[in-house]
């Protein structure tokens, strides 16, 4: 089974690369900072419902994406992305969810997240969910902060179709420094604040450069 869906993966993305190059074209800028083995956090700004597509399509490795509960009620949609994500609730992040993400990540898969929870109507970095810490200070895998450009002009807000855009996605260096916070019981939750904002942090200073 898993030679099928490794399959459909790679033929998906295919696809998707094919109408990226076709609808403005797209950039990727950093592919040699995402690890090519071992457990590997992506975590990307989020400004389009493109985005988890195009990041599958565009980074080097198979991904596995936390992906909201509904989608998994839809008829052969929920088929499709069963073998490429899990389920999240994003109105409350549960330890479930957050069991499940640390041990994908230990048994050596590449998963997406997207700190800020939902997506940006503005374009702007909102705030990270504290749940990310809390994984990442679990797991302890290399962080890979991830900037998505353009996909909220190929699909604007509300559209129907794509709108011709060149779409840029890039990894930058990974961050290992936050496997090393050490903090009391007391603190803990004041430490998943901490690596929450240094992943959104590295995004914006990502944004700052490439995004003029």
């Known amino acids: 089974?898993?030679?099928?869906?490794?399959?459909?993966?790679?033929?998906?993305?295919?696809?998707?690369r094919l109408i990226l190059r076709m609808n403005g074209g797209f950039e990727v800028i950093g592919k040699e900072n995402v690890p090519t083995e071992g457990g590997v956090l992506i975590a990307a700004n989020h400004i389009s419902y493109l985005d988890p597509p195009v990041?599958?399509?565009l980074v080097p490795r198979r991904a596995t994406f936390m992906a909201r509960k509904g989608l998994f009620d839809i008829p052969v949609l929920s088929w499709m992305i069963k073998h490429a994500a899990f389920p999240v609730d994003r109105e409350k992040t549960r330890p479930s969810t957050?069991?499940?993400?640390?041990?994908?990540?230990?048994?050596?898969?590449?998963?997406?997240i997207f700190p800020e929870g939902k997506r940006s109507d503005s374009g702007k970095l909102m705030e990270a969910k504290r749940g990310i810490g809390m994984v990442v200070r679990l797991s302890k895998v290399p962080v890979v902060p991830t900037l998505i450009l353009?996909?909220?002009?190929?699909?604007?807000?509300?559209?129907?179709?794509?709108?011709r855009a060149r779409v840029t996605v890039v990894f930058g260096k990974p961050l290992y420094n936050t496997e090393g916070i050490e903090a009391e019981e007391s603190h803990v939750q004041a430490t998943h604040e901490e690596i929450s904002m240094n992943i959104m942090k590295q995004i914006g200073e990502m944004q700052q450069h490439y995004g003029n």
């Open 1 to 16: 089974m898993k030679i099928i869906t490794d399959i459909i993966y790679i033929f998906i993305a295919f696809i998707i």
């Open 98 to 112: 957050i069991k499940e993400t640390v041990k994908r990540l230990k048994n050596g898969e590449l998963v997406v």
């Open 150 to 163: 353009g996909t909220d002009e190929a699909l604007k807000v509300d559209a129907k179709w794509l709108s």
């Open 55 to 57: 990041v599958g399509s």
